[in-house]
């Protein structure tokens, strides 16, 4: 009995010191943008921010490659309808339509090395890694899950936001300058759209998610366009009068100048 004893108490003993031990660190990732805010001007024709990261708690002989790491850059959600067209008597007409609700305005998404060696296909659809993986949600009544990423209207949608410059997909986007410590090019185009902008960081090892971080940057307008912008939203009646009237003058100017005798 005094020996089971024993070894019950130092079971128990095991145990607790288990419990009460502290808990192992797990990588964290430390991220920062170069600028937050990017102003819209005149002549603005795009430019081109810079995350840096570092991944911290990493075991110190880590090495080059032992870790992925995408990075996603979702613009304001907007709603696109992508139509089917078909020709009928010599005419091309549209048939049938899919409405993409609330999906990113723009899309960009950087790594280290192409999103199809990151992780399986299941893990990369789950945390919306990459552009075919973003989910873009179907009509309404409908599961997201139903609809595969060969869809047509997925990939009618993909193309059309790729060849405008909305979507991009860069799979060098991210360098490691050191096993801990890395950069991408987050590119900011001439047609962005106002709004915030959310930058997500994914740390990967092995297919697995390790830790992820996020952040945001903001779009907004400067100068004499800003002003323009906001008048028209707060003066609506008004600024539809006004333009009118500029319009009608200016037609005014042009018959009076080139009117033939």
Do not use: C
């Not at 990493?58 to 979702?74: C, E, H, K, L």
């Not at 409405?99 to 945390?127: C, D, H, T, W």
Request: glycine letters at 8%; zero cysteines; proline letters at 6%.
């Amino acid at each position: 009995m005094r020996r089971g004893g024993k070894i019950g108490w130092l079971a128990a003993a095991v145990l607790a010191a288990g419990w009460l031990a502290p808990p192992a660190q797990a990588e964290r990732l430390v991220t920062s943008v170069s600028t937050h805010r990017v102003l819209i001007t005149s002549n603005f024709a795009g430019t081109e921010l810079v995350l840096f990261g570092a991944i911290d708690e990493a075991p110190p002989n880590t090495q080059i490659g032992a870790y992925d790491v995408v990075v996603s850059v979702r613009g304001p959600a907007r709603s696109y309808v992508t139509r089917h067209k078909e020709r009928m008597l010599g005419l091309w007409v549209n048939r049938d339509s899919r409405e993409f609700s609330q999906v990113p305005s723009y899309l960009a998404v950087m790594s280290n090395k192409p999103i199809a060696e990151i992780g399986s296909a299941e893990m990369l659809r789950r945390y919306r890694i990459g552009l075919v993986n973003n989910v873009l949600p179907p009509p309404a009544g409908s599961d997201v899950v139903d609809v595969p990423p060969e869809d047509s209207f997925r990939a009618a949608f993909l193309r059309v936001k790729t060849n405008e410059g909305a979507y991009t997909a860069d799979p060098k986007g991210v360098t490691f300058l050191t096993p801990r410590f890395f950069r991408a090019a987050v590119p900011m185009p001439g047609t962005a759209q106002t709004g915030d902008y959310q930058v997500e960081t994914l740390l990967i090892a092995k297919g697995a998610l390790l830790a992820q971080q996020q952040t945001a940057i903001e779009v907004v307008k400067t100068g004499f366009e800003a002003v323009i912008a906001q008048e028209a939203r707060n003066h609506r009646f008004f600024y539809g009068l006004g333009t009118a009237l500029i319009a009608l003058l200016t037609g005014l100017i042009a018959t009076l100048l080139f009117r033939h005798d």
